[in-house]
């Protein structure tokens, strides 16, 4: 690290959870984010500025004037422009250390776990079942951890599957493929504060996860009442006959 790193880091540096072998483990991480949206962009700020050197962004839309109420990586000027360089434009502008990655073609299975393995977390920041379903089964079969958040309305949760650990479950053990698909912000509103909460909720597991300090909220899904501000946790556990992630 140099002078400049040292003091533009210090403040994490100072935290003994961190300090200089942390914020090293930061600065030498690569992190997959899904989705350039209203919880993307928290979650890629807050990286980019706590030091993630290698920041992955894949998302294929573009920005509309009904996204900037809550997607606070892009601007009213960027309108028109892909997410992934709009956030790249900001991400470079927080930090110019960030070395950022855009992809914009959907992504097949295999190039996606070609992408998925290079990294050390996934952040799945999608709005749907097709694609979170996609980067689980990805994850798990490269046994990568995934910080998955979702916000809707009032409510949002969060979860980490811990990949590397066999006895973790995964998204897929949570959630039927069949699920109802009617969950997006287009078709139910949400508030804008919402996914900057569980947006850096993200954030946060992705840095404990690659320093290695506290405990994940691995095998839990943290659901927030923004009505209330009320956080409750419910037990995630694992299904044995998760077609992903079980034996058979
Ligand atoms: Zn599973």
């Known amino acids: 690290m140099n002078d400049q790193q040292l003091l533009r880091y210090s403040r994490q540096i100072m935290l003994d959870d961190v ?21 993307g962009s ?16 894949a998302d294929f839309d573009t920005v509309d004037l009904s996204n900037l109420q809550r997607q606070i990586a892009h601007t009213t000027d960027r309108i028109g422009q892909s997410k992934v360089e709009s956030a790249a434009k900001t991400l470079l502008a927080l930090n110019p250390d960030a070395k950022i990655t855009t992809v914009t073609e959907i992504l097949s299975a295999d190039e996606l776990r070609a992408q998925i393995v290079q990294v050390n977390v996934v952040v799945d920041c999608c709005d749907n079942f097709a694609t979170r379903f996609a980067v689980n089964a990805a994850c798990v079969a490269a046994k990568v951890p995934l910080v ?7 409510e949002g949760q969060v979860s980490v599957f811990d990949n590397r650990d066999d006895s973790s479950p995964c998204y897929r053990c949570l959630y039927d493929e069949d699920s109802e698909e009617n969950t997006s912000c287009a078709a139910n509103g949400v508030l804008s504060p919402l996914v900057g909460i569980i947006g850096s909720m993200q954030a946060l597991e992705t840095i404990k996860l ?10 839990k899904l943290l659901v927030f009442d923004a009505r209330y501000s009320q956080w409750r946790e419910l037990i995630l556990p694992k299904d044995k006959n998760c077609p992903v992630c079980g034996k058979c």
């Not at 300090?19 to 919880?39: H, N, P, S, T, Y």
């Not at 690659?210 to 095998?219: D, H, L, N, Q, R």
């Open 210 to 219: 690659v320093c290695g300090f506290g405990k994940s909220i691995a095998g």
């Open 19 to 39: 300090d200089i072998e942390g914020q090293e483990k930061l600065l030498a991480a690569r992190v997959l984010i899904i989705g350039l949206g209203g919880l």
């Open 148 to 154: 998955s958040g979702a916000a809707i309305r009032l």
């Open 42 to 57: 928290p979650v890629a700020m807050y990286l980019a500025a706590a030091g993630v050197g290698h920041l992955i962004l």
